[in-house]
């Protein structure tokens, strides 16, 4: 009966991955599109705050960063966050940000890097859920 369960788990430990790798895959490619159709445009930002938020859990603790920008579009003052590494910035500084047309307060950092990582990472998630579920059988 052990085993039975231990194999149900595995399975849905693999499935899991499959799911996100499958999200971020999805993501990164609705980013990369957005971007090449002019969904997303340039604009000048300037960074109000930086949050640092030290966080555990069972592996250990690590820090997150939230930035938090704000900008203009046709006007209108916007305020959004960036999850960025905050080494590099820092409050006052002007940048520029990238908001999407259809959801101004939806911004990112220029540059497709970003975009590839994330459905590298998808990549990654997908092959390693699926070695998982195949490993099982």
Same mark, same amino acid.
């Given at each position: 009966? !052990?085993?039975?369960?231990?194999?149900?788990?595995?399975?849905?430990?693999?499935?899991?991955?499959?799911?996100?790798?499958? *999200?971020?895959?999805? *993501?990164?490619?609705?980013?990369?599109?957005? #971007?090449?159709?002019?969904?997303?445009?340039? %604009?000048?930002? !300037?960074?109000?705050?930086?949050?640092? %938020?030290?966080?555990? $859990?069972?592996?250990?603790?690590?820090?997150?960063?939230?930035?938090?920008?704000?900008?203009?579009? $046709?006007?209108? !003052?916007?305020?959004?966050?960036?999850?960025?590494? @905050?080494?590099?910035?820092?409050?006052?500084?002007? *940048?520029?940000? *990238?908001? $999407?047309? $259809?959801? @101004?307060?939806?911004?990112?950092? @220029?540059?497709?890097?970003?975009?590839?990582? #994330? #459905?590298?990472?998808?990549?990654?998630?997908?092959?390693?859920?699926? #070695?998982?579920?195949?490993?099982?059988?």
């Amino acid at each position: 009966m !052990k085993q039975g369960v231990n194999g149900i788990t595995k399975i849905l430990f693999g499935a899991v991955f499959v799911a996100a790798g499958v *999200l971020l895959i999805i *993501l990164g490619i609705n980013r990369l599109v957005k #971007m090449n159709a002019g969904k997303y445009v340039e %604009t000048q930002a !300037k960074i109000t705050k930086i949050e640092t %938020t030290l966080v555990s $859990d069972e592996d250990g603790s690590h820090e997150e960063h939230e930035i938090t920008v704000e900008y203009q579009v $046709d006007g209108k !003052k916007f305020v959004s966050c960036l999850s960025e590494n @905050p080494r590099e910035f820092y409050e006052g500084m002007e *940048l520029t940000v *990238l908001y $999407d047309v $259809d959801k @101004p307060t939806t911004v990112v950092l @220029p540059g497709k890097a970003s975009s590839f990582i #994330m #459905m590298a990472l998808g990549f990654v998630g997908v092959i390693g859920g699926l #070695m998982v579920i195949i490993k099982k059988q």
